[in-house]
């Protein structure tokens, strides 16, 4: 019983290709996230979705493409890789937007890798 | 605007020692702060949280107070174990996100 799943848990590609992380969460939840956690583990966050639509978006460069079909789902599309986004990749969800008390429920990562 | 400082790591204990990691920040307003837990490999867990000036939030043998008067939330537990080592994030709330600091990693050895 995932509560917040991604896939894949591994991405290794060349630099230039395109490709998908996706997520998806099955507590109900009206909001996600996506962060970006780099190599000396410093987190921060790209994007955020409530019930799809999009309500933040922190200055990230705009190969960066999330798509939120349904609430339960946030994927992040991202056009032309550079070596500068290898990184580990967590989404997140939380039951009401995130500027309150309420908890977010992180998923286990993708780890992309640039070469 | 709104900011989160931890202490550097790694931070090595023995267990059973006392561990303190510090957390200070800089908010508008009356955030909610929180102590998140890195697992190796894993995603990030809410280990305890606080709501308002004062509050404590524990969690396995985890505390934090929010202390509004020095803008600090410092995690403490009073005897580590080995399974206790990870990374620890202190967080913010802030306008629909979360703001972290630099997460401090734990090294617990038996």
């Known amino acids: 019983d995932t509560a917040v799943s991604q896939t894949p848990k591994y991405l290794v590609t060349q630099m230039g290709n395109d490709k998908s992380i996706k997520c998806e969460q099955n507590?109900?939840?009206?909001?996600m996230y996506w962060y970006k956690q780099d190599s000396k583990k410093f987190l921060k966050i790209m994007f955020s979705?409530?019930?799809?639509?999009?309500?933040i978006n922190e200055t990230v460069p705009n190969r960066f493409s999330p798509k939120s079909p349904d609430k339960a789902h946030l994927n992040l599309h991202i056009n032309s890789l550079e070596l500068g986004d290898s990184a580990v990749y967590f989404c997140?969800?939380?039951?009401?937007?995130?500027?309150?008390?309420?908890?977010?429920?992180f998923g286990p990562g993708t780890r992309l890798t640039v070469t | 605007g709104n900011s989160v400082t931890q202490m550097e790591g790694p931070v090595t204990l023995s267990e059973e020692a006392f561990l303190t990691i510090n957390c200070t920040y800089t908010?508008?307003?009356?955030?909610?702060l929180f102590w998140y837990v890195q697992y190796p490999g894993e995603g990030l867990q809410l280990l305890l949280k606080?709501?308002?000036?004062?509050d404590k939030g524990s969690n396995k043998g985890f505390e934090a107070t929010y202390r509004k008067e020095t803008t600090s939330f410092h995690l403490e537990k009073g005897s580590v174990q080995v399974s206790d080592s990870a990374v620890y994030f202190c967080a913010l709330s802030g306008y629909n996100k979360l703001i972290f600091g630099a997460g401090t990693r734990l090294a617990v050895h038996p």
């Open positions: 979705y409530n019930n799809k639509e999009l309500i």
């Open positions: 997140a969800s939380s039951q009401a937007r995130g500027g309150g008390s309420y908890e977010q429920y």
């Open positions: 908010a508008t307003g009356y955030p909610s």
């Open positions: 606080a709501t308002k000036a004062d």
């Open positions: 507590l109900g939840h009206d909001t």
